[in-house]
């Protein structure tokens, strides 16, 4: 109730408020293009009519500059109250989304942020474009890992790039790329932003997020850090059930496992400092990482019938996981005066995870009570070396030659020892469940992408990425294995683009990639729910690859493309029969192959008080094989729905509602049942725009529920998985600062090697 008053209080003072609001004036207008929703990784094109009316200022006389300068600044206050667009569809198929100024903006996480945005779905740990399949993410052009992207604070993003057909610069893992554009400081001096976000769950509790940015520069040298902390509680809640009808070997297993994760201490940090030599020639050195101390209580109730009659099983487990990860970056980065590129980067990055589970256990077996303790201690460490090296010659304005090339080398440790105790005091280590792991992966890269023309109206880019991997594992769960292999591919691509007419263009890609297992998912070692019911890595897994191809045309303002994708070895998941009759153990596998067709359609609308984007999409996805004894079923498509709209209200405040729709699927090996969300936000700023207070109400209905069933084995499993994603939110921001001229631009250098330390 009390948190119910404050809401109708802060919607009352938000809506009603009588502080007038003003933009914010600029000092210096030789430098336009700071408010130009054309910036592109520090590019500045200026387009506008104001700048060519600067440039001509110079040859006037001071009094009539200063009374031109007086104009410009009072009608960039009419630019800057005007409605950011949401929304651009590229010719080649790309979309770029504007996060700085839009309802994006408001989402406590990146994560959170990608759910939000057009073709992407973000659902148990994987981001995947509509069509494509899993993303890879990049951060200004550099690929960066799943935990270094889940720190990145949202006040630094100025926009997302999807790429869904990717070139040969970027990594071959991953089906599409997400590139993650930051906020480019072109002002000297200093500049900060103090974020303060409360999440209520009527599900999942209450999160409270505090995230600080802060910039300095002075003459070539530029500062940036930033800190972010989360607190509080979430909820996760997974019900399963797994049957086997034949008589003769009938069994049912229905299984809760309700995750209540309460949050220790889940932070972010990072600074970096960079030496600029000239406008382009710079030099930076970087440091992050994240603290995630997580505790709470996993629970976990199993009840078994089969011929035997019945049993029931209860497990808590009390968590206590702390990760630790650090990377180190130094990059150098050259640009000519005739537009060709250098970067050269190198990263350290550093994993390490200790756990120290309690587990306590009862069972009732035939109306006999049992109990006993258990102990899961693991230790693990990741290191991970990558250099790069990266060239763009621009041969003239449509003429451009990218070569580049690099080396990774990743090593993992973990031991996991698993104790048992009857009486909780005298604890004896279980072979069958502790193991050592070890693993050692270098891979060598380089890639090739020419891009030119073949007339006026059609543009090509030509690429070819060459890899080989070799690796080495070790394991000695379920007795002593060691791999030992090497491989090499390579993944040509195509782009055509033709620009038929001013409103008519389309495009044709051909994408192959290759999708390599995460090393978690490698590694054997036990994740105990109960006594029956276990997840293990898969050591034997193989690569994914895949062959894309795709067409698409740009009418006005429509946007529609069609696609096919073909997977080799896919990496799926199933639950599979264990050693004893009653256990299953959930494991990554690899299927035999894969189809998906898909057609999307994307229309977006920009007026002065109202931005909205819309996409409509639909998906035909097979997936064959022939070993672990799935059961077929028809194949069913699947319905794709989006629209993020922005409502300005008299300039005084804004109004937000985004929704999305996924129906139900079949795939050939299973089924996927439907789920949607509706989101409803307000937002408005105040004092000269350094102060903005936003509330949120997410997926008001409580309807983003990963659920669906497949038969492997002789078993049909049902699984219904509900997250958090019902919440209230409250938001602050301030920004704060009095800058002039800033020159640091951060650069990395992570690989795909890091994408899989998850």
């Given at each position: 109730?009390r948190f119910?008053?404050?809401?109708?209080?802060?919607?009352f003072?938000?809506i009603f408020?009588?502080i007038?609001?003003?933009a914010?004036?600029i000092?210096n207008?030789k430098?336009?293009?700071?408010?130009?929703?054309?910036?592109?990784l520090?590019?500045?094109?200026l387009k506008?009519?104001q700048d060519?009316i600067i440039?001509?200022?110079k040859?006037?006389e001071?009094?009539?500059?200063?009374?031109k300068?007086?104009e410009?600044n009072?009608?960039?206050?009419?630019v800057i109250k005007?409605?950011t667009?949401?929304?651009?569809y590229?010719?080649?198929?790309n979309?770029d989304?504007n996060?700085?100024?839009t309802?994006?903006?408001?989402?406590?996480?990146v994560?959170e942020l990608?759910?939000?945005?057009?073709?992407?779905v973000?659902a148990d740990g994987?981001?995947?474009?509509?069509?494509k399949?899993?993303?890879i993410?990049?951060?200004n052009?550099v690929?960066?890992?799943?935990e270094?992207?889940?720190a990145i604070?949202?006040?630094q993003?100025?926009?997302i790039?999807?790429?869904?057909?990717?070139?040969?610069?970027?990594d071959?893992?991953?089906?599409a790329v997400i590139n993650?554009?930051?906020?480019?400081?072109?002002?000297s001096?200093?500049?900060g932003?103090?974020?303060?976000?409360v999440?209520v769950?009527k599900?999942?509790?209450?999160?409270?997020n505090?995230?600080?940015d802060?910039n300095y520069?002075?003459?070539k040298f530029?500062f940036?850090?930033?800190y972010g902390l989360?607190l509080?509680?979430?909820?996760e809640?997974?019900?399963?059930?797994?049957?086997?009808p034949?008589p003769d070997d009938?069994?049912?297993?229905?299984?809760t496992?309700?995750?209540?994760r309460?949050?220790?201490?889940f932070?972010?940090f990072?600074f970096?400092?960079q030496?600029t030599?000239?406008?382009?020639?710079y030099?930076?050195?970087?440091?992050?990482?994240?603290?995630?101390?997580l505790g709470?209580?996993?629970?976990s109730?199993?009840s078994i019938t089969?011929?035997?009659?019945?049993?029931?099983?209860?497990?808590?487990?009390?968590?206590?996981?702390?990760l630790?990860?650090?990377?180190?970056?130094?990059?150098?980065?050259l640009t000519t005066?005739?537009?060709?590129t250098?970067?050269i980067?190198s990263?350290?990055?550093?994993?390490?995870?200790t756990?120290?589970?309690f587990?306590d256990e009862?069972s009732e077996i035939?109306?006999t009570?049992a109990?006993?303790?258990l102990?899961n201690?693991?230790g693990s460490?990741i290191?991970i070396?990558?250099?790069q090296a990266d060239y763009?010659?621009?041969i003239n304005e449509?003429?451009?030659l990218?070569i580049?090339?690099k080396?990774?080398?990743?090593?993992?440790?973990s031991?996991t020892?698993?104790?048992?105790s009857d009486?909780?005091i005298?604890?004896e280590?279980d072979?069958e469940?502790?193991?050592?792991?070890?693993?050692?992966e270098k891979?060598?890269?380089?890639?090739l992408?020419?891009t030119?023309?073949?007339?006026?109206?059609?543009n090509?880019s030509?690429?070819?990425r060459?890899?080989?991997?070799?690796?080495?594992l070790?394991t000695d769960?379920?007795?002593t294995?060691k791999?030992?292999k090497?491989?090499?591919?390579?993944f040509?691509?195509a782009?055509?683009?033709?620009?038929?007419?001013?409103d008519?263009?389309?495009?044709f890609?051909y994408?192959?990639?290759?999708?390599?297992?995460r090393?978690?998912?490698?590694?054997p070692?036990?994740?105990?729910?109960d006594?029956f019911?276990t997840?293990?890595?898969?050591p034997?897994?193989?690569?994914?690859?895949?062959?894309?191809?795709?067409?698409?045309?740009?009418y006005?303002k429509?946007?529609?493309k069609?696609?096919?994708?073909?997977?080799?070895d896919?990496?799926?998941?199933?639950a599979?029969r264990g050693d004893?009759p009653?256990s299953y153990i959930?494991r990554?596998?690899?299927?035999?192959k894969?189809?998906?067709?898909?057609?999307?359609?994307s229309?977006?609308f920009?007026?002065k008080w109202w931005?909205?984007v819309n996409?409509?999409s639909?998906?035909?996805?097979k997936?064959?094989d022939n070993?672990?004894?799935?059961?077929?079923?028809p194949v069913?498509?699947?319905?794709y729905?989006?629209?993020?709209?922005?409502?300005t209200?008299?300039k005084?405040f804004?109004?937000?509602?985004?929704?999305?729709?996924?129906s139900?699927?079949?795939?050939g090996?299973?089924?996927?049942?439907?789920?949607?969300t509706?989101?409803?936000g307000?937002?408005?700023?105040?004092?000269k725009?350094?102060?903005k207070l936003?509330f949120?109400?997410?997926?008001?209905?409580?309807?983003?529920?990963?659920?669906?069933d497949?038969?492997?084995?002789?078993?049909?499993?049902?699984y219904?998985?509900?997250?958090?994603t019902d919440?209230?939110?409250l938001i602050?921001?301030?920004?704060?600062?009095?800058?002039?001229k800033?020159t640091?631009?951060?650069?990395?250098?992570?690989?795909s090697e890091?994408?899989?330390?998850?």
């Amino acid at each position: 109730m009390r948190f119910l008053k404050l809401v109708i209080l802060y919607v009352f003072f938000l809506i009603f408020s009588s502080i007038e609001i003003k933009a914010q004036r600029i000092k210096n207008v030789k430098d336009k293009s700071y408010y130009s929703d054309d910036v592109i990784l520090g590019k500045k094109l200026l387009k506008s009519a104001q700048d060519t009316i600067i440039v001509k200022e110079k040859e006037k006389e001071k009094e009539k500059e200063k009374e031109k300068e007086k104009e410009q600044n009072e009608l960039n206050e009419v630019v800057i109250k005007n409605q950011t667009s949401l929304l651009k569809y590229r010719s080649n198929g790309n979309i770029d989304v504007n996060v700085n100024g839009t309802v994006l903006a408001t989402s406590s996480s990146v994560i959170e942020l990608l759910g939000r945005v057009s073709n992407v779905v973000v659902a148990d740990g994987e981001i995947s474009v509509v069509g494509k399949g899993e993303a890879i993410i990049y951060l200004n052009g550099v690929l960066i890992n799943y935990e270094r992207f889940a720190a990145i604070p949202v006040s630094q993003i100025q926009k997302i790039e999807v790429i869904s057909n990717p070139s040969a610069r970027y990594d071959a893992e991953g089906k599409a790329v997400i590139n993650i554009i930051t906020k480019q400081n072109i002002e000297s001096g200093m500049m900060g932003a103090v974020n303060q976000h409360v999440t209520v769950s009527k599900f999942g509790g209450t999160l409270y997020n505090t995230l600080l940015d802060f910039n300095y520069s002075k003459g070539k040298f530029s500062f940036v850090t930033n800190y972010g902390l989360q607190l509080g509680r979430n909820r996760e809640l997974l019900y399963t059930t797994r049957t086997r009808p034949d008589p003769d070997d009938f069994m049912k297993s229905e299984l809760t496992t309700d995750w209540k994760r309460r949050f220790n201490n889940f932070s972010n940090f990072g600074f970096g400092l960079q030496y600029t030599f000239s406008p382009n020639n710079y030099i930076s050195l970087a440091y992050s990482g994240n603290v995630n101390d997580l505790g709470g209580i996993t629970e976990s109730r199993n009840s078994i019938t089969n011929n035997s009659g019945k049993s029931f099983y209860a497990t808590d487990v009390d968590r206590n996981d702390v990760l630790l990860n650090q990377f180190i970056n130094l990059n150098y980065n050259l640009t000519t005066r005739k537009g060709s590129t250098l970067f050269i980067g190198s990263q350290f990055s550093n994993y390490n995870q200790t756990i120290r589970d309690f587990i306590d256990e009862n069972s009732e077996i035939e109306e006999t009570d049992a109990e006993r303790y258990l102990k899961n201690n693991v230790g693990s460490r990741i290191n991970i070396i990558a250099v790069q090296a990266d060239y763009s010659k621009k041969i003239n304005e449509k003429t451009k030659l990218e070569i580049g090339a690099k080396f990774s080398h990743a090593t993992i440790n973990s031991g996991t020892d698993f104790l048992i105790s009857d009486d909780e005091i005298n604890f004896e280590l279980d072979d069958e469940l502790s193991s050592d792991f070890e693993y050692n992966e270098k891979i060598t890269g380089a890639y090739l992408n020419y891009t030119g023309t073949l007339n006026e109206k059609v543009n090509f880019s030509l690429g070819v990425r060459g890899e080989k991997t070799s690796y080495d594992l070790f394991t000695d769960a379920n007795g002593t294995q060691k791999f030992d292999k090497s491989y090499g591919n390579f993944f040509p691509n195509a782009l055509l683009n033709f620009n038929l007419s001013e409103d008519w263009k389309g495009h044709f890609s051909y994408v192959s990639r290759i999708t390599r297992p995460r090393y978690q998912a490698l590694n054997p070692y036990v994740i105990y729910q109960d006594p029956f019911t276990t997840i293990e890595g898969n050591p034997n897994l193989l690569p994914e690859k895949t062959h894309a191809f795709e067409i698409g045309t740009m009418y006005k303002k429509f946007d529609f493309k069609v696609g096919y994708t073909y997977k080799i070895d896919p990496i799926s998941a199933a639950a599979l029969r264990g050693d004893t009759p009653n256990s299953y153990i959930l494991r990554a596998l690899n299927l035999e192959k894969g189809h998906t067709f898909f057609a999307s359609l994307s229309r977006a609308f920009d007026i002065k008080w109202w931005n909205s984007v819309n996409t409509a999409s639909i998906t035909w996805q097979k997936s064959v094989d022939n070993f672990y004894a799935f059961a077929f079923s028809p194949v069913e498509p699947q319905i794709y729905l989006y629209t993020n709209n922005t409502f300005t209200i008299l300039k005084l405040f804004k109004l937000q509602l985004l929704a999305w729709y996924l129906s139900d699927r079949s795939y050939g090996l299973g089924n996927e049942n439907g789920r949607s969300t509706i989101t409803l936000g307000i937002e408005r700023n105040f004092f000269k725009d350094a102060l903005k207070l936003n509330f949120t109400a997410n997926d008001i209905f409580h309807k983003f529920m990963v659920s669906g069933d497949y038969n492997v084995g002789q078993t049909q499993i049902y699984y219904h998985r509900t997250y958090s994603t019902d919440y209230f939110k409250l938001i602050a921001t301030y920004n704060f600062g009095d800058s002039k001229k800033t020159t640091y631009k951060k650069t990395e250098v992570e690989q795909s090697e890091n994408s899989r330390a998850r």
